[in-house]
Nanobody, 122 residues
């Protein structure tokens, strides 16, 4: 059974940095991983995604240049380094996994974590 557990979300001031972590268990092979976020009243949206071997990444335009996704397959961990945070980054951030491929729609990801809250104050 695949389990994803996010951590690292907290309250931070605008301009600050946070690093989110997603620990995966129950995976027999490497999976494509992604971070999504959902703000109150808004749809869940892709933030970043990384391929099984880490060779390919995707970033939404809103975070490009500020966020970095990375993975450590030996530790079954995916990280999201978030710099220059803005109040509009406030959301619940979710880790998601699928067997392969990078997709931007949440409907393509069968496995999800419970989410971690990121709040950016102005």
């Amino acid at each position: 059974q695949v389990q994803l557990v996010e951590s690292g979300g907290e309250l931070v001031q605008a301009g600050g940095s946070l690093r989110l972590s997603c620990a995966a268990s129950g995976l027999t092979v490497s999976y494509s991983m992604a971070w999504f976020r959902q703000a109150p009243g808004k749809e869940r949206e892709i933030v970043a995604a990384i391929s099984r071997d880490g060779g390919n990444t995707y970033y939404s335009d809103s975070v490009k240049g500020r966020f970095t996704i990375s993975r450590d397959n030996a530790k079954n961990t995916v990280l999201l380094q978030m710099n220059s945070l803005k109040p509009e980054d406030t959301a619940v951030f979710y880790c998601a996994a699928r067997l392969s491929g990078l997709f931007t729609s949440p409907s393509y990801y069968p496995y999800w974590g419970q989410g971690t809250q990121v709040t950016v104050s102005s």
